[in-house]
């Protein structure tokens, strides 16, 4: 086999292989002498059609077939002789198949970038800490019994907390608006689940009450043609219904999977979720805090085929998100939507690789198995989840893929300048606002 790289480009590379004709015909006709054995055709005996009768019906489907395995297999010899990397499949073009000559074709494609690390002594990072005191267990109790409260007709005038059942219309510039009108729609006020003003603007209002609400739309609203404008609200006040928060009983604790032990084990049992969700939280805002600094030091050539395959994955997360399934073409979502993303993701699956080739990483078992009995532990039947998780190739190297990244950036932390940060719990379960937008 001959291999010669005919150009080099960026990260471009195009490889002229060329594949003795010997090697296409030799597998060609081992594959015809396989074939007289089992064809049927009219007129032969099964098992006795000449190896001619055989190449005039079958030469031709039995070549290409062969064609596309040796241009595959000679493809990853050349890129191993070469000691490439290529990112994705290549493009074949310029292809010579004419029997009794050599194969020749050229693949193109791109590699992996070179990364010259800096120093993971230049990392900078705020690591958070906190602790879940009493008040922030009496808090979170109060959300759990928000979730689970009832309404009940009331005949006295809205005040924040009470549900209201309304019908509104919305104009601009005396004109509906989409999206701006509803008819027996339940809203709790002080939700915040309406623009602001519009739920402040309804308590002191009782069943019955009519008014118009003089408001503008945040300026940083989704829809392009409501951005800061000024909207009025004629809304109807059908129903006021007061909050009925549940009692404290065995009932309630039920509920949350405390059959035994009363209120003092779902105090605990809320406790130890808290705790949970803090050291989630923390190691999740600690290792993204990393990956952002690693990203900011670390400029990457980026593979075109690297962010194309990230901005599909990102496509395929948002259709799954909200429930499209096989539904929603994916074409139909424009690229430009996710390219910053699908770069950042690309540029730092390179930095975390090369990282993980220069310290020649590889995932911890025990860490893994720590990792699994963790999201076990969620379970009602944690034993049988982890066995699940064991027998799955697919689940247990994406457990294995995270565990990487978490060595990674244990790596990074014990060369890195760390400043301890001691916050409020509130503050250190809300996430980092992502890279690129406003706090």
Do not use: C, W
Not at 105 to 113: D, L, Q, R
Not at 224 to 243: H, R, T
Not at 371 to 382: K, L
């Amino acid at each position: 086999m001959q291999v010669s790289i005919e150009s080099s480009t960026g990260l471009e590379r195009q490889l002229k292989i060329g594949v003795p004709a010997d090697r296409i015909e030799q597998e060609v006709t081992a594959r015809l002498q396989k074939a007289t054995k089992t064809v049927s055709i009219k007129g032969f005996r099964k098992g006795k059609v000449p190896l001619k009768v055989v190449k005039q019906h079958y030469g031709k489907g039995f070549r290409q077939e062969v064609v596309g395995e040796v241009v595959n297999s000679s493809f990853y010899e050349a890129i191993q002789q070469q000691d490439l990397r290529p990112v994705g499949q290549p493009r074949i073009e310029q292809m010579t198949d004419k029997e009794g000559q050599d194969l020749e074709f050229m693949a193109i494609f791109e590699v992996f970038p070179e990364v010259t690390l800096k120093a993971l002594s230049k990392v900078k990072i705020s690591r958070p800490s906190a602790d879940v005191t009493a008040a922030d267990v009496e808090k979170m109790i109060d959300v759990l019994r928000n979730q689970q409260a009832s309404f009940k007709a009331s005949k006295k005038k809205a005040k924040e907390g009470d549900q209201v059942n309304i019908d509104f219309v919305g104009t601009k510039d005396g004109e509906e608006f989409d999206g701006g009108k509803a008819e027996g729609q339940n809203l709790v006020l002080g939700s915040n689940s309406m623009i602001p003003g519009f739920e402040s603007g309804l308590e002191g209002l009782g069943a019955g009450d009519e008014t118009v609400l003089k408001l503008s739309f945040p300026d940083d609203y989704q829809a392009e043609e409501l951005k800061g404008a000024a909207v009025e609200f004629a809304v109807k006040v059908n129903s006021v219904s007061a909050k009925k928060m549940p009692k404290m009983d065995d009932e309630f604790f039920k509920l949350f999977g405390v059959e035994d032990g009363g209120e003092e084990k779902f105090r605990e049992e809320v406790q130890a979720n808290m705790e949970r969700e803090l050291r989630n939280a923390i190691r999740t805002k600690v290792k993204n805090r990393v990956m952002n600094q690693l990203f900011d030091l670390n400029a990457v050539e980026l593979p075109i085929a690297l962010v194309a395959n990230e901005i599909t994955q990102l496509k395929q997360q948002m259709v799954q998100q909200f429930g499209g399934g096989q539904q929603i073409d994916l074409s139909m979502l424009p690229d430009d939507m996710f390219k910053e993303k699908a770069e950042r993701r690309a540029a730092l699956g390179v930095i975390v690789s090369e990282i993980v080739k220069v310290e020649e990483l590889a995932p911890d078992d025990d860490k893994v198995r720590e990792r699994i009995n963790e999201i076990a532990s969620t379970y009602e039947q944690p034993k049988e989840v982890v066995d699940y998780y064991y027998s799955k190739p697919e689940l247990l190297s994406s457990v294995e893929a995270v565990v990487l990244e978490d060595q990674v950036t244990e790596l990074v932390l014990s060369k890195a300048k760390i400043k301890e940060e001691k916050l409020p719990y509130d503050d250190v379960v809300k996430p980092d606002p992502e890279p690129g937008s406003e706090a």
